[in-house]
């Protein structure tokens, strides 16, 4: 398996305490972290495996740290290159806009050529509309530690077995 | 991102001298924005305050977007970030902000916060929020009807959206296919309300995706450039296909609803932190400097030139004018038209006579003949060979089009607001309205006739609704509540409408004349009992014209003055007549015909003769019309008096349907004449 960048905000607390528990799971010498908050276009694109931690924030919107981020890499292919995508979001306080932030960040890969894995079930979940759900699925690991956060580390635990057979 | 629109404007992309400009309209807002708190605190002004912060990116974007050689810009109390990029100075935000004469919107007249610009189509709007987007689809409207280029932009928040009449202008735009952007900034909260007491969708915008012919955006209204091409495709996309949009922005509101209100009892300490990381302008700078657009003594520079700029209009603000206590009085009614060949409103004509309603037709037909710019809507009013639900339109649709004579929805706030909103496109242009298909239904359009009435007055004169409101009013068909009633003792108490009330076919004709060639709006009630009475026939002069202000003596004595109109005035000759017979007195019959403004002159003439005088209305006595002239009287005239003033109107009761109900409510001759008898013997 290709080393694996997995990119965060290091000012997180929430994503930081899933962070650390995909680290424990893959094995830390398989992964290098970044901060989103202060990467570069070359940093980001050293990599053919991702993880990528997208907490939702607000009506369905991604955090500023990657909104801001985003246009370094708006030219760029991910051709060849594999993404997972994981964060959190409400299925409670948000249910039209569950985990947006993943579907826009799936969408941002994919019109780039990137692949996408890690998908999940959406069952188990109860929300009206999620631009990260295709069919039964979500484009990556949907979280929500405001309502379900028992489920948390099972959730974390069996997608990250997953991704040991997706990742290359 | 909006994966909706087109990219035009990005970080990496977008002219540098654009981005600039940006940065110093957003610095400039927020200073002033920041800044206006303190007038309050130093009781200078700016009492009212609704901070624009957290709203910074979509307002940019509205002002930016709008075109004021084309388009129509109706901004919220929120706006001040709107304003500025659509090009107030500083020095007009402040003059607004602390009310002096010398602000563009209006003098000072209106409450602080409400920044407008008339003159270049930046309106002067309500404080009751959101009512203007019935005026955005009514410019909208004459946009489309005259073939002329350019939007209307509406702007609100999202939580105004709950109101009635925001439905009934988006599903109007929608029927009507009117290019007008209706553009809801999201903060989340009703003052401290949060939308989830509102509605049941978290983006209110939903609620509209089952209209027809309208688009909606959503956007991120915290970011500057989803703001800026989120509104460039709802503007481009309104004017091309001629049909409305709605752009949903997700806003934060930084600080408290208005500086009466204080967030920190409502929100916790992560939201009030969560909202300062949200600051839209703070994303802005970290981009430019990201993406070396802009290097930071180029971004300091641009906050020094503001701090100047704004230090500078302080100073102009503190020296400026305020308004003049003896200016209260000016602009409260629009210039009202003089009539030429029928100064009085009096004639001579002795041709056949003519009923109400025919003088009401023939009237509208002749001033729709001699003034393109004239339109009439309402309910029921336009389909075929019928004509309103009493025909007084009959034939209008098929002389004069679709376009000029229309029917409404039943929505009669949508006919009132679309009047007011139609009239700002041009100052030619006349609008009668069927306000409701009776005088009594018209109470749902009671916010927007209200705020018509305050335009004039509040713009200090630069904007005149030039709308006749139509309604046909009162009792005696046995119609009951919703269809007997009178309304002009409430309307009344509202400066800024001229009302008036005929009871005769060439009145009624030469008042209607009047209305369609004033400035200003004037209510015309109609007394449908009469519309097709013998009793009110009469010969009607060509071109017959009365004025408004001046009553007419239907009868002439001096034993007592009777002060009337609309039904009651031709119980009261009745009446005059029987006692004369009587060999009694002699009562002078004044048929008020206009209400406001009031002929006092005609009236105390007429008390200095006959040292008596009688009130009579259809409407209600306690809180009628009545009231008024009859204080006045005391006022002016108590030394003329030789006995009390007596009032005759109907009970203090709703009208009942059932005749023998309606005859114990309503005035009839025999109440008439035995007040009249009691007054003659005191």
Known sequence: MNKIGLFYSFNTVKTKQQV?????????????????EEITQEEFNKYKNYILAIPTWF????????????????????????????????????????????GLMADFIEKRGGKIVGLTSTEGYQFESSKAQRGDKFVGLALDIENQAALTEERVSKWVEQLKKEFK | ??????????????????????????????????????????????????????????????????????????????????????????????????????????????????????????????????????????????????????????SQGESSVSEGYVYEAINGASKEQLPVVFVFQDNGYGISVPKKDQQANRKVAKNFEGLKNLRILYCNGKDVFDSMNTMTEAVKWAEEN???????????????????????????????NYVQEYDPIAKYRRLLVRYDRATEDELTAI??????????????????????????????YAPAYQPQKFPDGLHSETSEP??????????????????????????????????????????????????????????????????????????????????????????????????????????????????????????????????????????STLPGVRIVYPSYADDAAGLLRTSLRSEGMTLFLEPKALYNSPKAATPIPEEFEVPFGKARIRREGADLTIV?????????????????????????VIDLRTLVPLDQETIIESIKKTSRVLVVHEDKVFGGFGGEVAATISDIAFKYLDAPIKRVGSEFTPVGFNRILEKAILPDTEKIAKAARELLAF
């Not at chain 2, 001629?242 to 600080?255: E, F, L, S, T």
Request: glycine share 10%; charged share 25%; proline share 4%.
């Open chain 2, 354 to 491: 003519k009923k109400l309603i025919e003088g009401l037709n023939g009237t509208l037909k002749e001033e729709f003949r001699r003034n393109p710019d004239t339109y009439i809507w309402g309910q029921d009013m336009a389909n075929k060979d019928k004509g309103g639900i009493f025909n007084v339109s009959k034939g209008m649709q098929q002389e004069f089009g679709h376009k000029r004579v229309f029917n409404g929805p039943i929505a009669e706030d949508y006919i009132m607001g679309t009047a007011n909103g139609m009239s700002r496109f041009n100052k030619d242009i006349r609008i009668v309205v069927e306000g409701a298909e009776f005088a009594d239904y018209f109470w749902p359009a009671m916010e927007q006739f209200v705020e018509t009435t305050h335009e004039y007055w509040r713009t200090k004169g630069q904007f005149s609704p030039n709308i006749t409101v139509r309604l046909a009013s009162g009792g005696y068909i046995g119609g009951g509540l919703y269809h007997s009633q009178n309304i002009e003792g409430a309307l």
């Open chain 1, 59 to 102: 009506d369905g919107e991604l955090p500023n740290y990657w909104d801001e981020f985003l246009p370094a890499i708006e030219d760029d292919s991910f051709k060849g290159k594999t993404f997972a995508l994981f964060g959190g979001g409400d299925q409670k306080g948000y249910p039209e806009n569950f985990v947006d932030g993943l």
């Open chain 2, 303 to 332: 906050d020094e030139q503001v701090k100047a700029e704004v230090k500078a209009a302080h100073k102009a603000g503190m020296k400026a004018p305020d308004p003049k206590p003896e200016s209260v009085h000016d602009f409260v």
């Open chain 2, 242 to 272: 001629q049909k409305p949009v709605i752009v949903h922005a997700n806003c934060v509101r930084i600080h408290s609803h208005s500086n009466s209100d204080r967030h920190e009892l409502y929100r916790d300490n992560a939201e009030l």
């Open chain 2, 564 to 588: 009337t109109y609309g039904n009651t005035t031709h119980m009261c000759v009745d009446v005059a007549e029987e006692i004369s017979k009587e060999g009694l007195a002699e009562i002078e």
């Open chain 1, 20 to 36: 650390n528990k995909i680290k424990k799971s893959l094995g830390e010498d398989n992964i290098e972290e970044k901060n989103v």
């Open chain 2, 1 to 154: 991102m909006n994966s909706d629109v087109q990219q035009i404007y990005k970080i990496k992309t977008t002219d540098k001298e654009t981005l600039l400009k940006w940065y110093h309209l957003l610095r400039l807002g927020r200073s002033l924005d920041d800044r206006a708190p303190n007038y309050l605190k130093q009781a200078i002004g700016w009492s009212y305050h609704a901070p624009a912060a957290g709203h910074d990116a979509i307002q940019l974007a509205i002002g930016q977007v709008f075109d004021r050689t084309k388009d129509h810009l109706f901004p919220y109390y929120r706006d001040l970030q709107t304003c500025v990029s659509a090009g107030l100075t500083p020095e007009e935000i402040i003059y607004n902000g602390i009310s002096k004469d010398t602000d563009v919107a209006g003098g000072g007249r209106h409450m602080s916060n409400h920044f407008a610009k008339p003159e270049w189509n930046i309106h002067n709007v309500s404080s009751c929020t959101g009512n203007h987007t019935l005026h955005a689809a009514g410019i909208a409207r004459a946009i489309k009807t005259y073939e002329s280029k350019g939007v209307a932009i509406s």
